[in-house]
């Protein structure tokens, strides 16, 4: 069961927003995904509950952000419920989506889980929602995904498969890399690996 944390920093000027204590693994359903978020002072920002079926559909997602609550799962496309801070509103959402994205770097192995793709395949085209900070405000995006590279590196716990994923957003044609070994992000834009208790797990 890999434990860790990453930082979450500002891609474009490094700003640190907040660090991410993390613990995943596969499970009998599929996959689980559970994190602690703090800011660079110390203090609670939220928390991310995400679980994928064995197909790497969302059966649960639960984020919490700045006393803003979100709970949503795969059913009709993918659907949410946003609570706010008081805990008196609550909107329901609905999308034609594959999943959720979201600041957290377990959305990233979760899309990755989802398309499984290989090196020779053509890039996939995906939507996702995307639950955006710091009020987990809903906002669909459409992304392309290709896998360009699979790498074995050797290691003290034996080889260790890397995946390199090139994104590009559709709205604008951005793009950018993703290192993934497992069910661990090694580097993506905002995201760093600053500590790794066990190695990541292994997907069949």
């Keep these: 069961m890999p434990r860790g944390r990453y930082s979450l920093h500002d891609p474009h000027d490094h700003t640190p927003l907040a660090e991410e204590h993390f613990q995943c693994a596969p499970g009998p359903s599929g996959w689980r ?53 008081t805990g008196t509103h609550a909107t329901e959402g609905n999308a034609r989506a594959h999943a959720f994205t979201g600041s957290s770097p377990a959305f990233l192995v979760a899309t990755a889980r989802l398309l499984r793709l290989t090196p020779s395949a ?3 085209r995906v939507r996702l929602v995307a639950l955006t900070d710091p009020v987990l405000a809903p906002r669909t995006v459409d992304q392309s995904w290709a896998l360009v590279r699979r790498e074995a590196h050797a290691t003290d716990n034996g080889p260790l498969t890397v995946d390199e994923y090139q994104v590009t ?27 790794l208790e066990s190695p990541p797990s292994v997907f069949d």
Excluded: C, K, M, N
């Design 169 to 195: 957003a559709l709205d604008t044609g951005e793009q950018h890399a993703v290192h993934l070994a497992g069910d661990v992000v090694l580097a993506a834009p905002g995201i760093e690996l600053e500590d």
């Design 122 to 124: 053509s890039a996939t």
């Design 33 to 85: 995904y559970v994190s602690q978020l703090t800011a660079p002072s110390g203090d609670h920002l939220g928390s991310v509950d995400l679980a994928l079926d064995e197909l790497g559909r969302p059966i649960r997602l639960e984020l919490h952000a700045a006393s803003w609550q979100v709970r949503g799962a795969a059913l009709d496309g993918v659907t949410w419920v946003r609570t706010d801070p």
